[in-house]
């Protein structure tokens, strides 16, 4: 399930680290195989596992970026594919929050059981509906998941389960998004865990303003440093 990767084209060109690990990976959720790229820094301090919002997947250029970012730290990345691309044909599927936590829970199950992954601490980075899946599953899941960063989030999806979350948890919001930073404002109030709530300024939803990703992924690189701690055991 794990091929040697050796070239991703990614539309934002973030420099790579030459001692990455960098894995094409197969990944079974119950039935069905969803694809993923699997990088991990040369004595990584933890792994962080991307829920991709709605029609988004592991190619996406936002996320990628981010993940460059915190690859520079030594933080290891997973992205991958939420929905096979038959599911994604379907409209629905992109806003069915628990088929979404299903699979995140069952991949973070996966690559706790991988020489790659089982020695890293877990954290969460969900955008737009993915983050609702990220909040559910962490969750369930409990102090498994170390930290969790929410970017443009729909937190309010998840209010179900999220005063159950231990992970510390980052909600970035972009100033000129006043209805996101509402329902995120609602989701802080709710939270009983370590957490903080940024608003970027000048970025709309998306963040596609000059620097305003670039800040996103500042934030998240430093929320991540701070709570995925080393194993005892040391890191790959």
Request: glycine fraction near 8%; avoid cysteine; hydrophobic fraction near 40%.
């Amino acid at each position: 399930m794990f091929k040697k990767l050796r070239k991703i084209m990614h539309n934002l060109d973030v420099p790579k680290d030459d001692h990455d690990k960098d894995y094409i990976v197969t990944i079974p959720t119950n039935g069905v195989f969803v694809e993923g790229i699997l990088r991990i820094p040369h004595s990584a301090r933890g792994l962080v596992l991307f829920a991709h919002g709605s029609g988004s997947s592991r190619n996406s250029p936002r996320n990628n970026f981010v993940a460059g970012i915190l690859r520079q730290a030594r933080v290891g990345t997973l992205l991958f594919d939420l929905l096979t691309e038959e599911e994604d044909l379907i409209y629905e599927n992109r806003f069915n929050i628990e088929l979404l936590t299903e699979r995140l829970i069952k991949t973070t199950e996966w690559i706790n059981r991988q020489p790659q992954g089982k020695k890293l601490s877990i954290g969460y980075f969900g955008a737009s509906t993915g983050a609702a899946s990220a909040f559910k599953a962490a969750a369930r899941l409990g102090s498994k998941i170390k930290a969790v960063v929410s970017r443009g989030g729909r937190p309010d999806l998840s209010l179900d389960e999220i005063e159950k979350v231990k992970s510390a948890t980052l909600l970035i919001v972009g100033e000129n998004d006043p209805e996101v930073i509402t329902l995120n404002q609602q989701a802080y109030s709710t939270l009983n865990t370590t957490k903080k709530l940024e608003i970027v300024p000048g970025a709309s939803h998306l963040f596609e303003e000059s620097g305003t990703l670039q800040k996103v992924a500042e934030l998240a690189r430093d929320w991540f440093k701070k709570y995925l701690a080393h194993d005892k055991k040391g890191a790959l």
